[in-house]
């Protein structure tokens, strides 16, 4: 089953981090977003990019409404034409496989909002 197939656990504070091979194999499927290791915690994030600032906006509410419905919030940054997405879990201050079960489906979100505009 893919990433964007999955839907996010409930996450508690002792659940279990993504890190060594299981990391390597997560990034493999989300390969456009980068790995943030800050000396506190890991994250991922992307940039995405788009031709005005009212799309951009469009696709920061339809991430919102994914972190609603999944339970599971990224940071958001919107600029004109430009939207970053970063995605990590604060419960257990590193990366889950919820991370990247969102990551892939903020991906799906972006696919679709620039086939519409095409």
């Given at each position: ?42 994250k991922i994030s992307r940039v995405y990019t788009f ?19 999944e339970d599971h919030h990224p940071k958001l940054i ?41």
């Open positions: 089953m893919s990433l964007e197939q999955k839907t996010c656990e409930a996450c508690r504070a002792d659940a279990p981090r993504v890190e060594g091979d299981a990391l390597l194999h997560y990034l493999e499927q989300v390969s456009q977003w980068t790995l943030i290791d800050e000396s506190t915690e890991a031709a005005d600032f009212a799309t951009a906006w469009s696709f920061v509410d339809k991430v919102a409404a994914l972190a609603e419905a919107l600029e004109w034409g430009k939207v970053e997405v970063c995605w990590w879990t604060h419960k257990i201050t590193g990366l889950h496989q919820n991370d990247f079960i969102c990551a892939a489906k903020t991906d799906r979100i972006f696919a679709q909002s620039t086939d519409t505009e095409s």
